[in-house]
C-alpha cells in the first residue's frame, strides 16, 4: 500500500501570508494522481488540485500545485479567513486509492 | 448540476446489519468510479473502497476488506456501502464521491455525508 506523510502537522500563518504544504510517498508516484483537498469542520472535502497541479473548477488561482516523483506541494499564496481548515493529499494512481493524515492550516 | 445524495444519519447497535446509500443526480453514474471514504471522530480521511456502476467491479483497500460491501444498482444510479455485523469502532461519517474513469480527476464531487453511530 502506497503511504503518504504530510508536513507540518499543523500550520500557524496570518491572513496575506503564503503557505506552503508538503507531501511525500514512500514510493514514486505518477503526477497524473495526486490530488489536493481542503476540509472545513462539518463539511464535506472539496477537490482543490488534481494531477498535482490542475486546479479543480472554480478554484482560484492562489492555489498552486507542483512536485514529481515522491515529493508533492500545495501553495497558498495570500492566504484568505476562508483557507483555515485542514488540507489532505490523495494519490490515485493505484487500484487502492490513500490519503495523507492532513495538515491544519490555522490562524 | 451534479449531486450526491447520501442517505441519512443511523444508530445501530453492535451486531446489527446496515446498509446506506448514494444517489448520483445530473451525471453519467456509469462514467464514474463511486468512491467510500470514511472519517472516524475526530481523525483524517480513510479511502475504503470504489466501484464501477457500469459491471460491479470492485477494489477493496485490505484492511475493509470483508468487513463491508459495496455495490450498485446503476439502473437507479445509486451505489451502496452495507455491513453484515457492525462494531463500535465502525462509528463514523461516511462519504461517497465520485472520479471520472475517463481521466486522471481526482474526487470532483462528494456526498453530504452519512453519519453512523454504533453503540456496543
Known amino acids: 500500500e502506497i503511504v503518504l506523510t504530510q508536513s507540518p502537522v499543523t500550520l500557524s500563518s496570518s491572513p496575506g501570508e503564503r503557505a506552503t504544504l508538503s507531501c511525500r510517498s514512500n514510493?514514486?508516484?505518477?503526477?497524473?494522481?495526486l490530488a489536493w483537498y481542503q476540509q472545513k469542520p462539518g463539511q464535506a472535502p472539496r477537490l482543490l488540485i488534481y494531477?498535482?497541479?490542475n486546479r479543480a473548477t472554480g478554484i482560484p488561482d492562489r492555489f498552486s500545485g507542483s512536485g514529481s516523483g515522491t515529493d508533492f506541494t500545495l501553495t497558498i499564496s495570500r492566504l484568505e479567513p476562508g483557507d483555515f481548515a485542514v488540507y489532505y493529499c490523495?494519490?490515485?494512481?493505484?487500484?487502492?486509492?490513500?490519503f495523507g493524515p492532513g495538515t491544519k492550516l490555522e490562524i | 448540476e451534479v449531486q450526491l445524495v447520501q442517505s441519512g444519519a443511523e444508530v445501530k447497535k453492535a451486531g446489527e446489519s446496515l446498509r446506506i446509500s448514494c444517489r448520483v443526480s445530473?451525471?453519467?453514474?456509469?462514467?464514474?468510479?463511486i468512491n467510500w471514504v470514511r472519517q472516524l471522530p475526530g481523525k483524517g480521511l480513510e479511502w475504503m473502497a470504489r466501484?464501477?456502476?457500469?459491471?460491479?467491479?470492485?477494489n477493496y483497500r485490505p484492511s475493509f476488506k470483508g468487513h463491508v460491501t459495496i455495490s450498485a444498482d446503476k439502473s437507479i444510479d445509486t451505489a451502496y456501502l452495507q455491513w453484515s455485523s457492525l462494531e463500535a469502532s465502525d462509528s463514523g461519517i461516511y462519504y461517497c464521491?465520485?472520479?471520472?474513469?475517463?481521466?486522471?480527476?481526482?474526487?470532483?464531487?462528494w456526498g453530504q455525508g452519512t453519519l453512523v453511530t454504533v453503540s456496543s
Open positions: 464521491a465520485r472520479r471520472y474513469m475517463g481521466g486522471a480527476n481526482g474526487l470532483d464531487f
Open positions: 445530473g451525471s453519467n453514474v456509469t462514467s464514474y468510479w
Open positions: 466501484i464501477d456502476p457500469s459491471d460491479s467491479y470492485t
Open positions: 514510493q514514486s508516484l505518477l503526477s497524473t494522481y
Open positions: 494531477g498535482t497541479s
Open positions: 490523495q494519490q490515485y494512481g493505484s487500484s487502492v486509492y490513500t
